[in-house]
């Protein structure tokens, strides 16, 4: 709170309001707040935890720069906040953004990448449509789980596009990766 009054007092292009959800419980609703302290900027960066003077100075300093759209869905992500980096996917064309993560994610990361693809599809089917072709290029991956959980991710899209590229994994040398190719490759073939 200390940090974040002196940034305000020191640029007047930055407001701070420090709220306590004990005497506003309304804000734990609209922020959806699950761990305090919660930080916000512009209604839209949430980031949980205690932040040091250069970090938040680096995340305000960020709002205008073209990294901050990235940055703020990266967030979402982390923060749990599915539907609303569900909405961003779907209204901003934040498939990129997605995309990025997915190729350069550990199991952590991608987990929480998996539940906020079902909240996309849930409300778009086709709204990530735009990355199967991505995604197909990371079947060739060295990596077994990235090829595991990204074959599960294309069966969750059902783009028909995969089939080929699946077909020829189906024999794939790590045995979970050849069992989750077969699986998709059913789905796929039944759903179309």
């Known amino acids: 709170m200390q940090i974040a009054d002196e940034i305000s007092k020191a640029s007047n292009k930055v407001e701070v309001n420090i709220i306590d959800i004990n005497e506003n419980p309304e804000y734990i609703d609209r922020y959806k707040v699950k761990s305090v302290p919660l930080n916000v900027i512009d209604d839209e960066l949430f980031f949980t935890g205690l932040v040091s003077a250069s970090d938040l100075v680096k995340k305000i300093i960020m709002r205008e720069s073209p990294e901050y759209e990235a940055e703020m869905f990266k967030v979402l992500i982390e923060e749990g906040r599915f539907l609303e980096a569900a909405k961003k996917i779907i209204n901003n064309n934040a498939g990129i953004y997605f995309m990025n993560l997915w190729e350069n994610s550990t199991m952590s990361l991608r987990i929480p990448l998996l539940l906020a693809s079902e909240e996309v599809l849930d409300i778009s089917k086709n709204a990530l449509d735009s990355i199967v072709s991505d995604l197909i290029n990371l079947l060739d991956s060295?990596?077994?789980?990235?090829?595991?959980?990204?074959?599960?991710?294309?069966?969750?899209?059902?783009?028909?596009?995969?089939?080929?590229?699946?077909?020829?994994?189906?024999?794939?040398?790590?045995?979970?990766?050849a069992e989750i190719a077969a699986e998709v490759l059913e789905e796929l073939k039944d759903a179309n």
């Open 142 to 177: 060295t990596d077994s789980s990235i090829r595991g959980d990204t074959l599960d991710l294309l069966g969750r899209i059902g783009n028909i596009q995969a089939i080929p590229k699946i077909e020829s994994i189906v024999n794939d040398p790590n045995p979970d990766v």
